[in-house]
């Protein structure tokens, strides 16, 4: 079963894709946000990744949830699931196909020290980005039951990386 999306060599161009995504992501969250970042493969120069760009919106309350959610329809997103409280998902499909991947999340949540801390060590450690790289291309080769099973098969690697220190 395929992925979201196929994994591809790095593209020069996601940079500019998230940049362009977050002058249109920034006003949704009004005074709410506290920052918002480029997170997951894309944000990591020289990484084959699905080509999905992946936004972190990090806020101070959920409680424009609502608006949020009506306000990122217009802008093309759907709800996803909750990932974990505080932790909240939405995602965005042009022509039937993952473009964006938005998870908004409470300040002081885990998962954002979480996936900025993965993002800088693959950043500058050349010998893991590889690593990670060859791993994901592997598991997308072997997937025969979706993006779950990826995930799942990625996490051991995630996981080691985060209990090391820098």
């Not at 699905?50 to 306000?71: F, H, T």
């Not at 098969?153 to 995630?158: Q, V």
Request: hydrophobic content about 35%.
């Amino acid at each position: 079963m395929p992925l979201t999306s196929p994994i591809k060599p790095y593209d020069p161009t996601w940079p500019q894709q998230y940049a362009a995504e977050e002058a249109r992501l920034k006003p949704v969250f009004g005074l709410a946000l506290i920052g918002i970042h480029h997170v997951g493969s894309t944000a990591i120069p020289d990484l084959a990744a699905k080509a999905e760009i992946d936004v972190l919106a990090v806020v101070n309350s959920d409680g424009g949830l609502e608006g949020w959610s009506r306000s990122l329809v217009a802008l093309g997103y759907r709800r996803g699931s909750d990932l974990s409280p505080g932790h909240h998902f939405f995602k965005r499909d042009v022509g039937g196909a993952r473009t964006h991947k938005l998870h908004v999340c409470l300040d002081g949540h885990g998962q954002i020290a979480r996936m900025l801390r993965f993002r800088d060590h693959l950043r500058r450690h050349a010998e893991d980005r590889l690593k990670y790289q060859e791993l994901k291309l592997r598991l997308e080769s072997e997937n025969s039951s979706g993006i779950q099973q990826y995930l799942i098969a990625k996490d051991p690697f995630i996981q080691d990386i985060l209990a090391n220190p820098d």
